[in-house]
């Protein structure tokens, strides 16, 4: 069973910086693309950004210019960082990975609990 564990939401002022954190565990051969969504009150989930294994990042165009993603593929582990945050960056971030179970060699596709993120102005 593979398991995301998000961390490092919580309450900024508009125009501050968030870090959050994304940890895979279980059993994996390897992991594709890893990637943040948000879901705003009363909205769709979307996408923010992804990051291939190869370290092959894109951005929604909400998220260019102040958010950047990183990985650290040794660690199975996602970064956003969020930069010059505004409150219509209020929502809850959800991780999402998807590749190979180790043993069976199925695919999967997981997601995080979320963490909140809130934005005052």
């Known amino acids: 069973q593979v398991r995301l564990v998000e961390s490092g939401g919580g309450l900024v002022q508009a125009g501050g910086s968030l870090r959050l954190s994304c940890a895979a565990s279980?059993?994996?051969?390897?992991?594709?693309?890893m990637a943040w969504y948000r879901q705003a009150p009363g909205k769709q989930r979307e996408l923010v950004a992804t990051?291939?294994?190869?370290?092959?990042?894109n951005y929604a165009d909400s998220a260019k210019g102040r958010f950047t993603i990183s990985r650290d593929n040794a660690k199975n582990t996602v970064y956003l960082q969020m930069n010059s945050l505004k409150p219509e960056d209020t929502a809850v971030y959800y991780c999402?990975?998807?590749?190979?179970?180790?043993?069976?060699?199925?695919?999967?596709?997981?997601w995080g609990q979320g963490t909140l993120v809130t934005v005052s102005s």
């Open positions: 999402n990975a998807d590749g190979i179970v180790l043993g069976t060699g199925k695919y999967f596709e997981v």
């Open positions: 990051i291939t294994s190869g370290i092959i990042p």
């Open positions: 279980g059993s994996i051969v390897s992991i594709n693309v």
